[in-house]
């Protein structure tokens, strides 16, 4: 009977005592893995949609301009706008070498609201992975779709089958008949989900004539970036901020509550780890005649140092396998539960398999089930076999 077979056994004989030692651990493994991938998904899908934008600048109207370019990143619509004019004023700052001007808004169609975005034709010069099938809106009411929209909308709606097809949509409680001139090739982004207009139909229909929500800055030394911020904010109500610190904004807070959640994951593993000691010293005190009967059968101490630390880790280990399985079902299955609580998300889908966090939510439930195990392996290795057969 080798080792694997007698920690088989040991397992057996103590099955609700097993069971609630792993699963303490597997819980806190499943956390842990959830908690890795999660942020690791967010932050990629994140940092994805700033590049997307395509601009190293955003210009918006004083207030807060993270909140700002926060809701245009997910498509809302921002209260506060700006004069067209800014645009022009921000062109003839030095080092910038583009200002697009943007209207983000929204309409209903097939009882869903669908964001749309007004922009000028030039825009599309920042945005070189776009592929286009058929042309960019230019004239009055035509509009852009983007992958997911145009696919929905050849499906449900009965009105939209292929470029050149009408759809009636209503914007601020009005029936608004929109041109379907072109459809945008999946981007992976936000845009799959977008609806694309000219700056004038979009302050058309969302009231917002002579307005724009946005100014997209791109700039020709990024070393300047200071220097051109410096500029734009003199411009009369507008403050500007670079989507490297909207992402380093973003990451502060991610890594501020993953602090917060991974201090209690430890506590969590720590206390699963309490539960194999109790699991193995509970193990050792109604085992002692057996330790000493093969004690004075020829098993070294060695070997019954060996046997319970082994049962301690295979403990731990069959927990750090059962989270993971279970942590990588609730990460994949992460974007329902994130988008209910998180008003700022990507797209794309968080939840992703992260070798990172499969690492830690093996390592770490073993390592503290090493340290668990230790002081009861030690223990049984110790006992007297005398004193250990005659135990009662």
Same mark, same amino acid.
């Given at each position: 009977?080798n080792i694997?077979t007698?920690?088989?056994?040991g397992?057996?004989?103590?099955?609700i005592?097993s069971?609630?030692a792993i699963?303490?651990?597997a819980i806190?493994?499943a956390a842990?893995?959830?908690?890795?991938a999660?942020?690791?998904?967010?932050?990629?899908g994140?940092?994805?949609?700033?590049?997307n934008?395509g601009?190293?600048?955003i210009a918006?109207a004083?207030?807060?301009?993270?909140e700002?370019?926060?809701?245009?990143?997910?498509g809302g619509?921002v209260?506060?706008?700006?004069?067209?004019?800014?645009t022009?004023?921000?062109r003839?700052?030095?080092?910038?070498?583009?200002a697009s001007?943007?209207v983000y808004?929204?309409?209903?169609?097939?009882?869903l609201?669908h964001p749309v975005?007004?922009m000028?034709?030039?825009?599309?010069?920042a945005k070189?992975?776009?592929?286009?099938q058929?042309?960019f809106?230019e004239g009055?009411?035509?509009v852009?779709?983007?992958?997911?929209e145009?696919a929905?909308f050849?499906?449900?709606?009965g009105?939209?089958?292929k470029?050149?097809d009408?759809i009636t949509v209503?914007?601020?409680?009005?029936?608004?008949?929109?041109?379907v001139?072109?459809i945008?090739?999946?981007?992976?982004?936000?845009d799959?989900?977008?609806?694309?207009t000219?700056l004038?139909?979009a302050q058309?229909i969302?009231?917002l004539k002579g !307005?724009v929500?946005?100014?997209?800055?791109?700039?020709r030394?990024? +070393? /300047? $970036?200071p220097d051109?911020?410096? &500029?734009?904010?003199?411009?009369?109500d507008v403050q500007?901020?670079t989507v490297?610190?909207v992402?380093?904004?973003?990451?502060?807070l991610?890594k501020?509550?993953?602090t917060?959640?991974?201090?209690?994951?430890i506590?969590a593993?720590?206390?699963?780890?309490?539960?194999?000691?109790?699991t193995?010293?509970?193990?050792?005190?109604e085992r002692?005649?057996?330790?000493?009967?093969m004690k004075?059968t020829g098993a070294?101490?060695?070997?019954?140092?060996k046997?319970?630390f082994t049962?301690?880790l295979?403990?731990?280990?069959?927990?750090?396998?059962?989270?993971l399985a279970a942590g990588a079902a609730a990460?994949l299955?992460?974007?329902?539960?994130? !988008?209910?609580?998180?008003?700022v998300m990507p797209?794309?889908?968080v +939840? /992703? $398999?992260?070798?990172l966090a499969? &690492?830690l939510a093996l390592m770490?439930?073993?390592?503290i089930?090493?340290?668990?195990?230790?002081y009861?392996?030690?223990r049984a290795?110790?006992l007297?076999?005398i004193?250990?057969?005659?135990?009662e």
């Amino acid at each position: 009977m080798n080792i694997l077979t007698i920690i088989r056994d040991g397992l057996r004989r103590r099955k609700i005592r097993s069971i609630l030692a792993i699963a303490g651990i597997a819980i806190a493994a499943a956390a842990l893995y959830s908690l890795v991938a999660l942020k690791e998904g967010y932050e990629s899908g994140m940092r994805s949609e700033i590049e997307n934008m395509g601009a190293q600048i955003i210009a918006v109207a004083k207030g807060c301009p993270y909140e700002a370019v926060a809701v245009i990143m997910i498509g809302g619509q921002v209260p506060a706008t700006l004069p067209q004019s800014v645009t022009d004023d921000i062109r003839k700052i030095p080092n910038v070498i583009s200002a697009s001007p943007n209207v983000y808004g929204a309409y209903q169609y097939l009882n869903l609201s669908h964001p749309v975005i007004g922009m000028e034709k030039n825009e599309l010069d920042a945005k070189p992975w776009w592929k286009i099938q058929g042309r960019f809106p230019e004239g009055e009411n035509e509009v852009l779709l983007g992958s997911v929209e145009a696919a929905v909308f050849s499906e449900k709606s009965g009105e939209y089958r292929k470029i050149g097809d009408v759809i009636t949509v209503i914007v601020s409680g009005k029936k608004v008949a929109l041109t379907v001139v072109g459809i945008l090739g999946a981007t992976g982004s936000k845009d799959d989900y977008s609806t694309f207009t000219n700056l004038a139909t979009a302050q058309k229909i969302l009231n917002l004539k002579g !307005r724009v929500v946005s100014v997209s800055v791109r700039v020709r030394d990024i +070393g /300047k $970036i200071p220097d051109t911020i410096a &500029g734009i904010e003199k411009i009369p109500d507008v403050q500007a901020v670079t989507v490297a610190q909207v992402m380093g904004t973003i990451q502060n807070l991610v890594k501020a509550a993953q602090t917060m959640l991974f201090t209690v994951m430890i506590i969590a593993l720590i206390i699963g780890g309490i539960g194999t000691m109790n699991t193995m010293m509970m193990s050792i005190f109604e085992r002692t005649r057996e330790i000493g009967l093969m004690k004075a059968t020829g098993a070294s101490t060695g070997q019954i140092f060996k046997l319970f630390f082994t049962e301690g880790l295979a403990i731990s280990f069959i927990g750090g396998v059962l989270g993971l399985a279970a942590g990588a079902a609730a990460s994949l299955g992460g974007d329902v539960i994130l !988008r209910s609580i998180v008003s700022v998300m990507p797209t794309t889908s968080v +939840g /992703k $398999i992260s070798p990172l966090a499969v &690492g830690l939510a093996l390592m770490f439930p073993v390592g503290i089930g090493a340290l668990s195990a230790l002081y009861p392996a030690v223990r049984a290795a110790r006992l007297n076999p005398i004193e250990a057969l005659h135990n009662e």
